[in-house]
């Protein structure tokens, strides 16, 4: 049962295009969503959150926006930078319940010069 | 300020061999997040530690075992291990405290399976 979807499994985008990464998922539980962006030979670092009281959260050249009734994100980079290539990763979590990420198989975004 | 460091970097065993990660967190922080990363998928979570204790363990068999001592520092360890069980394993840890979910995670052992 995958509780968190990215289905697009790789993304090309434009240098100074804006870069939308998608995220769906089932579990209602869900209250708080993470952002993480992974490089190679890397661990994953934080990105950007936002808590489901929200439905946009902004730092930067990242936005993320939650729509609950269709239990669904995204991430906006704009404008996307050659650094931005790596894999991002969505991970919700249910606060209620010992704070356990599950997290989505990633979204592989190349920035193309 | 060190980050969250793993060893080995990479770690090659064959069929029914036991394995041995180990996770050093940030200093200051108490829990320890282990997770598995198979080829093409997302982050699969192991084993959650804190304060020496096991808090939560996730849908792997318990072959797969982890500890903390008493430094918050933790072993992964696998035993008769299987083909399936190639994969980059990482360890990430977070500050005392249950009001946050941003882990910090080290660059992962890769753990190859003959």
């Known amino acids: 049962d995958q509780q968190v979807k990215q289905n697009s499994p790789s993304l090309s985008v434009q240098e100074g295009r804006i870069s939308i990464l998608n995220c769906d998922y089932t579990?209602?539980?869900?209250?708080?969503f993470l952002w993480y962006k992974k490089y190679p030979a890397e661990g994953p670092t934080f990105l950007i959150s936002?808590?489901?009281i929200k439905d946009k959260n902004e730092d930067g050249r990242f936005t993320v926006f939650l729509n609950k009734s269709a239990k669904h994100l995204s991430l906006h980079i704009v404008p996307s930078q050659p650094g931005d290539s790596a894999v991002y990763f969505c991970?919700?979590?249910?606060?209620?319940?010992?704070?356990?990420?599950?997290w989505g198989a990633g979204t592989k975004l190349i920035i193309k010069p | 300020e060190a980050g969250v460091t793993q060893s080995p970097t990479h770690l090659i065993k064959t069929r029914g061999q036991q394995a041995t990660l180990r996770c050093s967190p940030i200093?200051?922080?108490?829990?320890v997040y282990w997770y598995q990363q198979a080829l093409g998928l997302g982050l699969q979570f192991l084993l959650w530690?804190?304060?020496?204790?096991?808090?939560n363990r996730g849908n792997f068999p318990p072959r797969f075992s982890g500890r903390q001592f008493p430094n918050y520092s933790s072993e992964l360890n696998v035993n008769a291990l299987e083909l399936e069980d190639s994969a980059l394993y990482l360890c990430?840890?977070?500050?005392?405290?249950?009001?946050?979910?941003?882990?910090?995670f080290g660059p992962g052992t890769r753990l190859t399976v003959l």
């Open positions: 530690y804190d304060e020496g204790e096991e808090r």
């Open positions: 200093s200051g922080h108490t829990s």
């Open positions: 990430a840890s977070t500050p005392l405290g249950l009001t946050t979910d941003t882990q910090y």
């Open positions: 991970a919700p979590s249910a606060r209620r319940s010992n704070y356990q990420l599950i």
């Open positions: 936002i808590s489901s």
């Open positions: 579990n209602s539980m869900f209250d708080y």
